[in-house]
T-cell receptor, first 111, second 114 residues
Framework: DAKTTQPTSMDCAEGRAANLPCNHSTISGNEYVYWYRQIHSQGPQYIIHGLKNNETNEMASLIITEDRKSSTLILPHATLRDTAVYYCIVRGNTGGFKTIFGAGTRLFVKA | DVKVTQSSRYLVKRTGEKVFLECVQDMDHENMFWYRQDPGLGLRLIYFSYDVKMKEKGDIPEGYSVSREKKERFSLILESASTNQTSMYLC?????????????FGPGTRLTVL
């Protein structure tokens, strides 16, 4: 599975959009981009995933560049409860592929 | 409501003890995983299993073993606990069918080895 690179930490004002970048320059054609987040003292929680098209759900939007070497997770109106560590992961989608989590980005949403 | 449960939220053991961490999932998932999480290091994969009685080493298997006798249960074993195994341990499971494979995590076990 490909590796990812994310900033260590980011700040965002409450009510503003939080844009979290991720580089995955070694991604292969059959690998998806997944985003998870981990709120303090809980296990990670799935947010969104995509292959090459932009995706949106009730939690966030995922923008993947045309060459698929990077992506951005967008939380459109960040709240204090969005303060968490956000993990960007790339992996294949079948079989026993293991999932590699890096250190993630610690997002601080400030009032 | 899908669920991954872990036997303990907090555990304190002594150096040299044999430690069992249990994980159970109710989603009939084929794949199960054990991670440890330490400050600044993110989640690191210890072992994973893609079927009953099958296991594969992750990135940091040294000092650990696993057991998967039933599909729903995946156990992590510390044969002789050491202080450097003090950590948060997270279990996860994931299905195999279809193109969408969300990974579900348990609440974690915070293990302290004295």
């Amino acid at each position: 599975d490909a590796k990812t690179t994310q900033p260590t930490s980011m700040d965002c004002a409450e009510g503003r959009a939080a844009n979290l970048p991720c580089n995955h320059s070694t991604i292969s054609g059959n690998e998806y981009v997944y985003w998870y987040r981990q709120i303090h003292s809980q296990g990670p929680q799935y947010i969104i995933h995509g292959l090459k098209n932009n995706e949106t759900n009730e939690m966030a939007s995922l923008i993947i560049t045309e060459d698929r070497k990077s992506s951005t997770l967008i939380l459109p109106h960040a709240t204090l409860r969005d303060t968490a560590v956000y993990y960007c992961i790339v992996r294949g989608n079948t079989g026993g592929f293991k999932t590699i989590f890096g250190a993630g980005t610690r997002l601080f949403v400030k009032a | 409501d899908v669920k991954v449960t872990q036997s303990s939220r907090y555990l304190v053991k002594r150096t040299g003890e044999k430690v069992f961490l249990e994980c159970v999932q109710d989603m009939d998932h084929e794949n199960m995983f054990w991670y440890r999480q330490d400050p600044g290091l993110g989640l690191r994969l210890i072992y994973f299993s893609y079927d009953v009685k099958m296991k594969e080493k992750g990135d940091i298997p040294e000092g650990y073993s696993v057991s998967r006798e039933k599909k729903e249960r995946f156990s992590l074993i510390l044969e002789s606990a050491s202080t450097n195994q003090t950590s948060m341990y997270l279990c996860a499971s994931r299905g195999d069918i279809g193109s969408y494979n969300e990974q579900f995590f348990g609440p974690g076990t915070r293990l302290t080895v004295l």
